[in-house]
């Protein structure tokens, strides 16, 4: 399978913990983002990659998220001190494009985090 | 901040019945895509719209892009029961590279 694949695609954790999620977009694409989805609700930006460099951030995330794509592949996202709030499904997508053409986004199955 | 709204937020339709969905922007946008999400799955990309005034169609499915690009809509002709899903619109404005997705409208299709 050649898609957007994440990992894990569950994750319980306690409120205070740290927690890291990685995806890995399909071969070709320079561009992956993070999206956050809860039920009921459309996704919501987090975070944009074009290949390793991070160029847009919600200013939603508080500073307990953090997302890094080190060599213009994959892509991890952690969130530290976890709180009840952050329990959503979150998504990646990847895509490719040039300096101003902006194609259809590839999804992940996504990992969905519970925070007791 | 940008904003992209969808009406309504639910629909429920017989077999055979059409089916619209309604999207609007709170600013101009370069592009417009539409996503389909099926119960316990990922967004999957159907259309994108980039011209004032663009109509495309796909089998049963008719999307348009509003003259001020602004707004967008999705119409499905005689539903099917493989129809059923949420479908989200996703603006781009005209400058910056981040989508806004709508709330989503689901959609239930009884046989």
């Known amino acids: 399978d050649t898609g957007v694949s994440q990992d894990p695609r569950h994750k319980i954790t306690k409120r205070g913990q740290n927690v890291t999620f990685r995806c890995d977009p399909i071969?070709?694409?320079?561009?992956l983002y993070w999206y956050r989805q809860t039920l009921g609700q459309g996704p919501e930006f987090l975070t944009y990659?074009?290949?390793?460099?991070?160029?847009?951030k919600s200013r939603l995330l508080s500073d307990r998220f953090s997302a890094e794509r080190p060599k213009g592949s994959f892509s991890t996202l952690e969130i530290q001190r976890t709180e009840q709030g952050d329990s959503a499904m979150y998504l990646c997508?990847?895509?490719?494009?040039?300096?101003?053409?902006?194609?259809?986004?590839?999804f992940g199955p996504g990992t969905r985090l519970t925070v007791l | 901040g940008q904003q992209v709204m969808q009406i309504p937020q639910y629909q429920h339709v017989q077999e055979g019945e059409d089916f619209t969905t309604y999207c609007n922007s709170s600013?101009?946008?370069?592009?417009i895509q539409w996503y389909k999400q099926r119960p316990g799955g990922h967004p999957v990309f159907l259309i994108q719209?980039?011209?004032?005034?663009e109509v495309k169609k796909q089998k049963r499915l008719t999307f348009q892009f509003g003259e001020a690009k602004k707004n967008s809509s999705l119409h499905i002709t005689a539903t099917q029961t493989t129809d059923v899903g949420t479908y989200f619109c996703?603006?781009?404005?005209?400058?910056?590279?981040?989508?806004?997705f709508g709330e989503g409208t689901q959609l239930t299709v009884n046989p």
């Open positions: 990659f074009q290949n390793e460099a991070q160029l847009e």
């Open positions: 996703a603006g781009r404005p005209a400058s910056g590279s981040r989508l806004t």
């Open positions: 997508a990847s895509s490719f494009g040039g300096p101003s053409s902006y194609n259809e986004q590839f």
């Open positions: 719209l980039v011209k004032s005034g």
């Open positions: 071969s070709e694409h320079n561009r």
């Open positions: 600013t101009t946008l370069s592009n």
